[in-house]
């Protein structure tokens, strides 16, 4: 799908703007994601997913974006997409892109040079991607004023993997930012700033973060993976394909929506299709979101 400029979305927490910018964005069937999931399984839930999060067809409605936050102190980047020319993802979709990503950017008013710190919740391939383009045959850094904050404990879970797919992401993705001396290496209770601190929720992969943004009362969190689809929030256990720890996830998305549920904190699901900014709410005994 071609992104227009209508697909940017901006979000306030108090004194921090937030934007989303899409990458890509297309209709899944559940069996890509859930392990034993088919269209039908929508059904208990259809009345609050429908039209935003499962089209007409049942199929998900998936979003593949960053978060540009803006704090008092700093452009931060979070999460960097699918990318351009990339290849052996093992997505045949993703390989050999020419998507207008940058140019959304752009539209969004965030140069790649405006950016002060490149945040990846994990190092899959759709958050990664962009980290690097592609320049006279060469990878480099897409953001060359940038800090790359690398989580230390996601680099030791994929550095060594055999998996072709994962040795790709690397070798694209991340090794040329190791190279560049653009790397930060940060644990899993950094903070960027004052307002901007990482969240630990592993279980999708070991290193996995989720962002937690804060000014006074005001709070948002972006979850990365944990959570991919809004149906989480009314069915945590449902396993996701990719988790490496399916029953640390559960046990770290249930906690999570215990915690904030009708709570005055707004939910950014890094693949949760427009509206995205949510709120997790109890509705007659189940789980849901209001927005």
């Given at each position: 799908m071609n992104n227009t400029k209508s697909t940017i979305q901006g979000f306030e927490v108090e004194g921090v703007h937030i934007t989303k910018v899409i990458d890509t964005l297309g209709?899944?069937?559940?069996?890509?994601?859930?392990?034993?999931?088919?269209?039908?399984?929508?059904?208990?839930?259809?009345?609050?997913?429908?039209?935003?999060?499962?089209?007409?067809?049942k199929?998900?409605?998936?979003?593949?974006?960053?978060?540009?936050?803006?704090?008092?102190?700093?452009?931060?980047?979070?999460?960097?997409?699918?990318?351009n020319h990339k290849t052996g993802s093992g997505f045949p979709q993703w390989n050999n892109r020419k998507g207008n990503y940058l140019e959304e950017?752009?539209?969004?008013?965030?140069?790649?040079?405006?950016?002060?710190?490149?945040?990846?919740?994990?190092m899959h391939i759709d958050h990664t991607g962009w980290n690097t383009r592609l320049q006279d045959g060469r990878w480099v850094p897409t953001f060359p004023n940038a800090k790359y904050l690398f989580n230390q404990?996601?680099?030791?879970?994929?550095?060594?993997?055999?998996?072709a797919a994962d040795k790709a992401v690397m070798a694209?993705?991340?090794?040329?930012?190791?190279?560049?001396?653009?790397?930060?290496?940060?644990d899993n209770a950094w903070s960027i700033d004052d307002q901007v601190s990482l969240l630990p929720t592993p279980g999708h992969t070991p290193?996995?973060?989720?962002?937690?943004?804060?000014?006074?009362?005001?709070?948002?969190?972006?979850?990365g993976d944990m959570m991919i689809h809004p149906v989480q929030i009314a069915e945590p256990e449902w396993?996701?394909?990719?988790?490496?720890?399916?029953?640390?996830?559960?046990?770290?998305?249930?906690?999570?929506?215990?915690?904030?549920?009708?709570?005055?904190?707004?939910?950014?699901?890094?693949?949760?299709?427009?509206?995205?900014?949510?709120?997790?709410?109890?509705?007659?005994?189940?789980?849901r979101i209001r927005f």
């Open positions: 209709s899944f069937s559940p069996k890509v994601l859930y392990v034993d999931k088919d269209r039908s399984s929508f059904d208990p839930h259809i009345d609050w997913l429908q039209p935003h999060f499962v089209d007409e067809a199929g998900m409605l998936l979003s593949i974006h960053s978060f540009v936050i803006q704090t008092r102190h700093h452009k931060i980047l979070v999460d960097t997409c699918v990318g950017l752009v539209a969004a008013n965030c140069r790649p040079e405006d950016i002060d710190y490149v945040f990846c919740t994990h404990k996601e680099w030791d879970c994929w550095k060594n993997s055999d998996d694209q993705n991340i090794l040329p930012i190791i190279e560049s001396g653009q790397v930060q290496w940060v290193g996995h973060c989720s962002v937690d943004i804060h000014d006074g009362s005001s709070r948002a969190i972006i979850t396993n996701q394909s990719a988790d490496q720890d399916r029953a640390l996830a559960v046990a770290t998305r249930s906690a999570f929506i215990d915690e904030h549920c009708d709570r005055d904190v707004m939910i950014l699901g890094t693949h949760f299709n427009t509206p995205t900014g949510v709120y997790i709410t109890e509705h007659n005994g189940q789980r």
